[in-house]
């Protein structure tokens, strides 16, 4: 990867949605959806569009005005990071939803596998040209990955959960070379379940992953975590079940929790030859971390991680942290990472 300054800093992929645009208490109130929720937006359908532009370019503005170096469209346009995608694909039933645990162990409805799994058309193509054409930064889409969606589905036409992700992950193929073509510095898949799910995820993880990466031309990189801190209550894991099994994927960039956890660096150890997205803002936490915080954070995965491998970063998307706390702690992160870089 070209990487333009040492220590780069960028968002997971969501930032905070606007009050005008979703309401943000019925958004929290409830896990994030996995079929289509339109009851969250609060514009009529006809001005839906226009409104989720508008709040993009509020996003794209208050991360170039923080100083963020590799931009996100704060996926204003998803009620979450993976039903936008999945409920496009052919194959679900649409009206008759699934049920499937979450990560919390309660049911959800989720889509309904009933046929195989296509991609019918580019689902996120706009939303990069959108990107592009507000902003000169580098740019960075995210997209659900095939094995995470394979757990927020109910299966009810394949064999095997394998043969599911496969599916996915040739649909999630697609959409990715698509996104390059549209312009995307950097595309980033979703896998919050590997971390949820660490069994499963090493018995057909991997495969699904490289199959979405396969002929791909491009930056790329993958987010775990311990999902929103704002939804998963209670003891939050200090560490990893499943992360240095990514170190033989096709991935360029992991994007690792460190915050929060307080991960021990030598976690990151066997991700040594990949770039590593390194979470240094705690989602757990409303207060707003000092600029000295994160440049701590950031030194303590460069006892494990070569600086010019680290990309700074949140641990998680700011979906539902409240917007002025979002931006003051995007701020610290840029200071953090600036205090850190003055160094070197």
């Known amino acids: 990867m070209d990487m333009d300054k040492l220590l780069p800093t960028t968002l997971v992929g969501s930032y905070a949605m606007p009050e005008w645009l979703i309401d943000r208490a019925r958004l929290a109130g409830r896990f994030p959806p996995r079929v289509r929720a339109r009851e969250l937006w609060r514009p009529a359908a006809e001005f839906l569009d226009e409104a989720q532009d508008d709040a993009t370019i509020v996003a794209i503005h208050m991360q170039e005005r923080a100083g963020i170096d590799i931009l996100t469209d704060g996926e204003m346009r998803r009620e979450s990071y993976s039903n936008r995608f999945a409920t496009a694909l052919e194959g679900v039933d649409l009206d008759n939803p699934g049920t499937a645990l979450d990560r919390s162990g309660h049911p959800n409805p989720v889509p309904r596998i009933t046929g195989k799994i296509r991609r019918k058309h580019a689902v996120q193509v706009r939303d990069v040209e959108f990107l592009r054409r507000h902003t000169d930064r580098k740019i960075k889409i995210t997209v659900p990955g095939p094995f995470t969606m394979t757990q927020q589905a109910q299966n009810d036409f394949y064999e095997s ?66 999902g929103y801190a704002a939804i998963i209550h209670g003891d939050r894991p200090h560490g990893y079940d499943y992360l240095g099994e990514l170190a033989g994927t096709r991935v360029d960039q992991v994007s690792v929790e460190t915050a929060q956890p307080n991960l021990d660096p030598a976690e990151l150890r066997p991700l040594r030859d990949k770039y590593i997205m390194v979470g240094t803002i705690d989602l757990n936490d409303p207060s707003v971390e000092t600029p000295e915080k994160v440049a701590e954070r950031i030194r303590r995965a460069m006892t494990e991680v070569p600086v010019d491998k680290i990309i700074v970063a949140p641990d998680c998307g700011f979906k539902y942290v409240p917007r002025d706390i979002a931006y003051a702690k995007m701020e610290a992160m840029v200071a953090g990472a600036a205090l850190v870089r003055d160094t070197l």
């Open 161 to 226: 959960e394998e043969e599911l992700a496969l599916d996915y992950a040739a649909a999630v193929n697609e959409e990715i070379r698509d996104l390059f073509a549209a312009g995307a510095d950097i595309v980033q898949i979703d896998e919050p379940y590997l971390q949820a799910r660490p069994e499963k995820a090493r018995a057909y993880g991997p495969r699904a992953i490289d199959r979405a990466l396969r002929d791909v031309e491009g930056v790329t990189a993958l987010h775990l975590c311990f």
